[in-house]
């Protein structure tokens, strides 16, 4: 379902999870566009400002915070203040490999803190603005994994499962205003999330054939431009994605086994 179409972005326009990947390529799109960024990361973001500045941003700000802590939220509330955001982009998240009971406990909460409380902790604090204004629009990065039972990925597709859903949900709720919240669905990528979740030496880690994080991001941003609630990015991932909601749960947990379990 598609409302509100647009032909590009404009305004002010928050992007998490900028330093590499989808979401660096994200912003490079809005930076084209002529936004003016913010962009946010957990990790040092000088080479990725430098970047969207000869890419034609109007402006780039940068914030290095960890949005899976309250601190974190905060400080990049501080940081936006009293201005109004038109664009935010919730990209920031990250994966967890291995045996649920071989992880830490740490480790497994900081993924649910990011990519459940982080991402929709910042969607009610900067959407409530929009919605009262009657203007705006949010992307989400979601994942087909969080249409599959994620045996030995098991925390990160569950929290992907949450936000999947979680968009649908909001975007009927604020369908009356002229919010837009769209759910870019990406499959397996080629950026740092396989060496960061330590997932390497997994049969999707080894995959030859990754999205280019490019690509994906393009199916995001034309997505949230055309109003699109939801957005599986590729062809294969389409497919795959569809066949995960036929199959019994059981058997798409086995596939899920033979790419995420550890070749150890």
Known sequence: MS????DKLSGFCV??????????????????????????????LASA??????????????????????????DLMNKIGEREVDVLVANAGHGLGDAFFVQQW???????????????SLIHKIGARMVLRERGRILVTG???GDMPGAYQLVYNSTKAFVNDFCVGLANEI????????????????TQFFKRASMEDTQAGQMDNKSDPAKVAHDGYSALLKGETQEVSGIMNKVQDLFADILPDEL??????????PDR
């Not at 740490?106 to 929709?120: E, F, L, Q, S």
């Not at 919240?181 to 990528?189: D, E, N, Y």
């Open 15 to 44: 992007v998490t999870g900028a330093s590499s990947g989808i979401g660096l390529e994200l912003a490079k799109l809005a930076a084209k566009d002529g936004c003016d960024l913010l962009v946010v990361a957990d990790r040092d």
């Open 106 to 120: 740490t480790d497994i909460a900081h993924v649910i803190d990011t990519n459940i409380k982080g991402t929709v």
């Open 175 to 190: 369908k009356h205003t002229n919010v837009v919240i769209s759910c870019l669905m990406p499959g397996v990528t080629d």
């Open 49 to 74: 400002e430098a970047t969207l500045r000869d890419c034609g941003a109007a402006s780039v700000e940068r914030i290095e915070v960890d949005l899976g802590t309250a601190t974190g939220t905060e």
């Open 252 to 261: 798409v947990a086995q596939m899920h086994r033979r790419l995420a379990q």
């Open 3 to 6: 409302t509100n179409p647009i």
């Open 143 to 145: 994942s087909i994994a």
